[in-house]
C-alpha cells in the first residue's frame, strides 16, 4: 500500500492518523478527501501541508463522480475512512446529515472500491455500535444494538462494508475505537469543551448524574491500531480498539480541574442527553494478539489532552469565538435547566 486516500482526514482522528502515517512510512503517497464540514479543519493538518507525500482535496464522499475521478487520477490503491457525522447530541437534533454521510457515503466509497479493484477499504468505526454494556465488554462477534441515530448510522455504516466483502469481495477490515482525547478535537466532545470552558472559568455541563462510564484512549494509539490493522488485519474481520480502562464522567472532569488548578465548583449539572449510553466497554483480545497495546493510560492521555489545548489556543479560540460555534452552544446547552451541584461522586 503506497497511496491511501484518507476521507475525513481534515477531522481529529484522520489528521493524527495522517500525521502519523506521514512520519512512520517514508514511501507513502497520503491524499486527504474532506468536504470540510463545521468539523472539518485544515488548520489540523498545518504542519503536515508543506510535505511533498501530502495532498488535499476538497469534496463530499457522497459525490460518486468526484470520488471516481480523485481514485482514477491518483492511482489510489486504498482508502481509509475517517468521513462521517460523529457527534451523538447533534445526531439528536439533525439525524438526516448521519445517514447521508455515515451510511450513503460509506456505499460510495465501497462502490469505488469495488470499481477500481482497491488493495483495501478500511472503515473506521466505534465502539457505539454495539449499544450501552451494563456489565462485561463487547466482543467483535456480539449484536449491534445501536440506540443513538449517530451509533445506528455508524453501524449501518459497518453492515455494509461486511455486506462488500461478502457479496463482491472487497477486501475490507474495520476497527471499532472507544473514545479518543487529544489534539485537534473540535470542542463540542467532552474533553475539549471541558478543558477549553475551564481555562476561561466557565461551568463544565455535566449531564444527568456524572456516573456514566467511557474508556477515553489517547488519539495516537487509536491510530497505530487502525495502521497494524491495515497492514496486518485479516479481510472481512472487525477490531475493537480500546484501553480497558473505565472512568466515570465525574471523574474526568475532576481530573481536568485538579490539573488546571480550577475549583470543582465550576461543574454544574444539566438536564441529560435524551437515550443517553450508561456505559461502553470493549473485548480488545483480538487486537492485542496482533500485538497492540495502548501507550497512554488515562492519566497520561489526560494530562497530554489538557497540556495541548493550554498550548494552543490559537486553535480553539478561533473556533469558538465563531458564530456557528456559538449558535450551536446555545442549541445544545441553552434548553438544559441546570440542576446545580448533584451529589454525585
Ligand atoms: P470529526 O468530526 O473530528 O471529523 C470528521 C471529518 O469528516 C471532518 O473533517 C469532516 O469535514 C469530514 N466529513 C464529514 N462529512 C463528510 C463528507 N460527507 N464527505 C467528506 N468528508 C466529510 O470526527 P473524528 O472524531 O475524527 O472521528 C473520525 C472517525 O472515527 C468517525 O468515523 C467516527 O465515527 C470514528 N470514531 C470516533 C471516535 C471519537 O472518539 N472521536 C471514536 C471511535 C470512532
Ligand atoms: O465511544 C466512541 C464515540 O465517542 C465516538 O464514536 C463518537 O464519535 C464520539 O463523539 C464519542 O461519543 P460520546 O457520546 O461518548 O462522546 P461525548 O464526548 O459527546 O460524550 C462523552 C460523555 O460525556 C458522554 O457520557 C456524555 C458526556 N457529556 C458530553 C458532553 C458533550 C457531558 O456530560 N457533557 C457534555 O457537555
Not at 28 to 42: E, W
Not at 109 to 126: D, F
Not at 294 to 308: I, M, Y
Request: glycine share 8%; charged share 25%; aromatic share 12%.
Amino acid at each position: 500500500m503506497k497511496n491511501i486516500l484518507v476521507c475525513g482526514g481534515a477531522g481529529f482522528i484522520g489528521s493524527n492518523f495522517v500525521r502519523h502515517m506521514l512520519a512512520k512510512y517514508p514511501d507513502y503517497l497520503i491524499t486527504v478527501y474532506d468536504k470540510l464540514t463545521y468539523a472539518g479543519n485544515l488548520d489540523n493538518l498545518l504542519d503536515v501541508s508543506q510535505n511533498p507525500r501530502y495532498s488535499f482535496v476538497q469534496g463530499d464522499i457522497c459525490d460518486a463522480a468526484k470520488v471516481d475521478e480523485v481514485i482514477s487520477q491518483r492511482e489510489i490503491d486504498t482508502i481509509v475512512n475517517f468521513a462521517a457525522e460523529t457527534h451523538v447530541d447533534r445526531s439528536l437534533m439533525e439525524p438526516g446529515s448521519f445517514i447521508m454521510t455515515d451510511v450513503y457515503g460509506t456505499y460510495v466509497l465501497l462502490e469505488a472500491a469495488k470499481k477500481h479493484g482497491l488493495a483495501r477499504y478500511h472503515q473506521v468505526s466505534t465502539d457505539e455500535v454495539y449499544g450501552q454494556v451494563v456489565v462485561g465488554a463487547s466482543c467483535e462477534t456480539d449484536r449491534l444494538e445501536t440506540r443513538s441515530p449517530y451509533s445506528a448510522s455508524k453501524a449501518s455504516g459497518d453492515l455494509m462494508t461486511f455486506a462488500y466483502h461478502t457479496s463482491f469481495d472487497v477486501p475490507v477490515t474495520i476497527t471499532r475505537g472507544a473514545n479518543n482525547i487529544g489534539p485537534y478535537q473540535y470542542p463540542e466532545k467532552v474533553v475539549p469543551v471541558f478543558v477549553t470552558n475551564a481555562i476561561d472559568n466557565l461551568p463544565l455541563p455535566l449531564y444527568g448524574d456524572g456516573l456514566q462510564v467511557r474508556d477515553y484512549q489517547y488519539v495516537l494509539d487509536h491510530c497505530e491500531g487502525i495502521d497494524l490493522v491495515l497492514h496486518r488485519g485479516t479481510l472481512g474481520e472487525a477490531y475493537n480498539l480500546g484501553t480497558g480502562q473505565e472512568t466515570r464522567n465525574v471523574d474526568m472532569a475532576h481530573m481536568i480541574l485538579d490539573l488546571l488548578g480550577k475549583p470543582r465548583s465550576l461543574i454544574q449539572y444539566v438536564k441529560d442527553r435524551p437515550g443517553h449510553d450508561r456505559r461502553y466497554a470493549l473485548d480488545c483480545a483480538k487486537i492485542r494478539a496482533l500485538g497492540w497495546q495502548p501507550r497512554h493510560d488515562f492519566a497520561q492521555a489526560l494530562e497530554k489532552t489538557v497540556r495541548w489545548y493550554v498550548d494552543n489556543e490559537w486553535w480553539w479560540r478561533k473556533i469558538k469565538s465563531g458564530e456557528r460555534w456559538q449558535e450551536y452552544y446555545k442549541k445544545n446547552y441553552a434548553g438544559r435547566e441546570l440542576t446545580g451541584q448533584a451529589k454525585a461522586g
